[in-house]
């Protein structure tokens, strides 16, 4: 498939006749010009000439009011057409792209920068809709009325239709031909630098503290300061093409006037046109003109706009999988999360979940080592698990494998008996998650905890945030439950916000909670309470609590150790103390006041 084709001529044909319409509209528009000013060039000529009776002008004068008017008329309808066709196909590319993104959101952020979503959903998807505004649309007008021109002018000259035919070619064909190949290398540069301008300032925002605490914000400044630099050089050398582009154009353009006046003279002189008419053909030329000019510019944005498609087609195709390849056995490798419903199951509340990873192994695409490797583990409806390692020892992914984000190169991940990833949509009915950092949404603190089930009633929200130990907190909110939180909760503190989306959970009620460091960042005293809290309102439901360190490890029924992807101990909290040196001494050093 060509690059672009799966993003591209599929919107064309489902929109074709709206298309249609607008091109024609656009093209009435500029034979409206082109007549305006014709009607006008006769209408000076002929008043040069001293009528006797100005009825004998009367007619021109009324057609150049009715060419005036219809020409706004009919650029205001070509654009109300142009920009409601573009913003439905923009809209469907939207949903597009959500729909392929949004049944593996699990999955999303250990595949794509988050600069690259920010990317695509603020400049490619909202620049394509220019394809069709700015490219397709002025060169189909440019080509009907290119036609239509020089099928006109043949019917008084064929010589000079043809002439001008090759002509008027050089502006239509060989100008934009040209612009197009010297263009595409620098749009490509400039494509790509934004994008990573896109990137850097992400990362800034979300690391500015980090930026600020470790001295280095200087640093920052130089990087995004030589991107920025190496983007503006971009951008001045192309607009510097385009200005002698421009300057070219322009002047084809006014040797074809000056070509139209000496064969209008011409065709007066040999009698075969009224004098009157010279200034009219020299004056109809300047609308055509502007019409073929702007090809060129229509295309400088090609490249671009393949790149953007090419990003889009990269994020779908990683974001699905074909049925077939989905369901390949263990041993099979696959590097892409599985499209959902792949499997049906009946349609009951799920209560009761055994989780069984049998020799679970897994690597990235391009990665050196596994990010899993040979991984058992058995954990039955209400046991609490705790897994343990530094960044990087392969925690997060065994937590994709479980939920069915990832699926296996060898061994089996399996829920209740079938392999995780063909639980497919059912997966939220499964498992929730208290990450790190919950997402809180610029609305009420009621729906913020609506969300985790949207069928909740103010009863059950209320009984969701008591439990989560916010009620003496939102009693003090100048609204209640109806207190907005603010843009990404700003309102609440870390420990506040996690207690928010910790009454989600609630409410949402799955058998199975993953934990992904939720007290990170935290302090000690809010630590302890806020998981005390949640040991005893999650009470009865499988707990599995990514960690990085054994604070509270006392109170889970087993302890996970993962270095390299790999399980270097596995116990209970009582076995390790009495059998390992090494976990004694790493419980120490979070329990300072802690001795034997």
Not at 240 to 247: G, P
Not at 408 to 420: L, R, T, Y
Not at 536 to 557: N, P, Q, S
């Amino acid at each position: 498939m060509r690059v672009g084709e799966g993003w591209f001529i599929p919107y064309i044909r489902r929109h074709l006749g709206r298309f249609a319409i607008a091109a024609l509209l656009g093209g009435i528009a500029v034979l409206c010009a082109a007549a305006l000013l014709f009607t006008s060039g006769y209408l000076i000529s002929k008043s040069a000439m001293r009528p006797e009776n100005i009825l004998m002008v009367y007619i021109p004068i009324v057609l150049v009011r009715a060419f005036g008017f219809s020409k706004a008329v009919m650029q205001y309808l070509q654009r109300l057409v142009g920009h409601d066709t573009a913003l439905r196909i923009l809209s469907s590319m939207r949903v597009r792209l959500y729909h392929a993104l949004e049944p593996q959101a699990v999955f999303i952020r250990s595949r794509f920068r988050t600069g690259d979503m920010l990317g695509l959903l603020s400049e490619d998807i909202e620049q394509l809709q220019n394809i069709y505004l700015r490219t397709v649309l002025p060169i189909v007008t440019a080509v009907v009325i290119y036609a239509a021109g020089i099928a006109v002018l043949g019917r008084f000259d064929g010589a000079f239709a043809l002439w001008m035919a090759l002509y008027i070619g050089i502006l239509l064909f060989i100008v934009p031909m040209v612009s197009l190949w010297i263009v595409s290398a620098k749009q490509l540069q400039l494509k790509r630098g934004k994008r990573l301008l896109y990137q850097q300032l992400t990362d800034a925002l979300f690391g500015m503290r980090d930026w600020a605490v470790s001295g280095r914000s200087s640093r920052f400044h130089e990087v995004y300061d030589e991107a920025e630099g190496h983007v503006m050089r971009v951008e001045r050398s192309l607009s510097s093409w385009q200005s002698w582009r421009n300057f070219f154009t322009q002047n084809v353009a006014a040797i074809a006037v000056v070509f139209t006046v000496c064969w209008a003279g011409a065709q007066a002189e040999a009698g075969n046109l009224a004098m009157t008419y010279i200034a009219a053909c020299a004056l109809v030329v300047f609308p055509l003109m502007d019409v073929f000019t702007s090809a060129a510019e229509a295309v400088d944005q090609v490249p671009a706009y393949k790149e953007s498609f090419r990003r889009l087609e990269q994020v779908e195709a990683a974001a699905s999988v074909s049925g077939t390849s989905s369901g390949t056995s263990s041993g099979t490798s696959s590097n892409k999360p599985l499209q959902t419903g792949q499997v049906v199951h009946q349609e009951q509340k799920i209560q009761q979940v055994h989780i069984r990873l049998q020799d679970v192994s897994y690597s990235y695409e391009g990665a050196e080592s596994s990010s899993v490797s040979k991984v058992s583990l058995d954990i039955p409806q209400g046991k609490r698990i705790a897994l343990i390692g530094r960044s990087g020892a392969g925690k997060s992914s065994l937590l994709n494998l479980i939920q069915g984000a990832l699926v296996p190169e060898e061994g089996q991940a399996e829920v209740n008996g079938q392999p995780a990833y063909t639980w497919g949509e059912r997966i939220p009915e499964i498992f929730s998650v208290l990450n790190q950092k919950p997402h809180l949404f610029n609305t009420t603190v009621a729906n913020n905890i609506r969300l985790g089930r949207t069928a909740a009633t103010e009863a059950d929200i209320h009984q969701a945030a008591e439990l989560a130990q916010l009620g003496g907190l939102i009693a003090q909110l100048p609204d209640g439950y109806d207190t907005r939180v603010e843009e990404t909760g700003q309102r609440f503190s870390g420990g506040e916000r996690q207690r928010i989306a910790l009454a989600r959970i609630l409410l949402q009620d799955t058998p199975v909670v993953l934990l992904d460091e939720p007290t990170t960042g935290l302090d000690p005293v809010t630590e302890r309470e806020l998981l005390a809290t949640m040991f005893r309102v999650l009470e009865g439901k499988t707990l599995i609590w990514v960690t990085h360190h054994l604070f509270g490890a006392e109170l889970m029924d087993e302890v996970v150790f993962m270095e390299n992807g790999a399980v270097t101990m596995h116990g209970t909290h009582e076995q390790l103390m009495s059998e390992s040196s090494r976990y004694r001494k790493l419980y120490e050093l979070d329990h300072p006041q802690f001795t034997l």
